[in-house]
């Protein structure tokens, strides 16, 4: 029997509106609109391409585009007083450093300019610590966009086994995190692990951030798990994700497409944070 989908192009939908929602009660109640500055430093055409939709996106929601745009020839001191001159702006209720930079500036340290209250990515060391300690912050959009597509579909995460494949800062590593700390039983798998497609199969939750195309085959997959494919590829026939869908939906339960699965979570839960970020400033909460 064929998987069902995981929705994401519904549930961003949803996300959204309900961001809509918080942003006009936040308003009303006094407290100011909410703003996203995005830093997009030179013309890589997928960033440009990124970071108009999230500005779209963010002003859809009713929350104030706060853009700024540096040359490809900015040096380290020009991005760091940018990201001062917002950090200190209270206009500005998050940052976005949009990623690559590039080459020729350390990414890391200009990440680390932005307060944790502003960090809106979730990939500052403050927001990776408190995440770590299950204190209260901002958490990496995508894998907060998995969580919630989990939530929407009612996968039950106590006492499952959930396998994530791949240890990235911005993915893997905080998505093994937010599952451990629902009480899931987790694994992460790299690539050393031994026998990939063996500790896969033991998974009820099964999240794949390899970027390697269609790396999860069927043999893979436990019947009636939970896949969800947050890799994504273009290729000749359009986007792929890292798992090999058409064969995994034979055997899996439930399934996150490619496209519409986890990438439009991702800006969802990036509105969603600013928001977070608004009323956290807020001196009346
Ligand atoms: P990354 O930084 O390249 O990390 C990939 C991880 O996968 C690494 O930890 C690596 O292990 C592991 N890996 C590589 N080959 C493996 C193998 N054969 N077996 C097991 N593990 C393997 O990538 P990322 O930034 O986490 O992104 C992963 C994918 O998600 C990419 O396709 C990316 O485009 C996509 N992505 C999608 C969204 C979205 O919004 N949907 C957002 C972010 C990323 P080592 O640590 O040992 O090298």
Redesign the pocket.
Known sequence: MAAGTLDGTALARQVREEVAKGVAAHQAAGGGVPGLATVLVGDDPASEVYVRNKRRQCVQAGMLDLHRRLPATAGQAEVAELIDELAADPAVSGILLQLPLPAHLDAQALIERIPAAKDVDGLTTASAGLLAQGRPGLRP??PA?VMRMLDAYDVLLTGANAVV????????QPMSRLLLQRDATVTV?????RD?AEVCRRADILVV????PG?IGADAVAPGATVID????RGPDGLL??VDAGPVAEVAGLLSP?PG???P??IAMLLANTLAAATAADPRN
């Open positions: 959009c995508t966009g494949v791949g240890r990235s800062v911005l993915v893997g798998c790299h690539s050393r692990t990939l951030a390899a970027g390697k790396i947050v890799g994504i590829h994700g890292d490619v699965g986890v990438g979570m991702t």
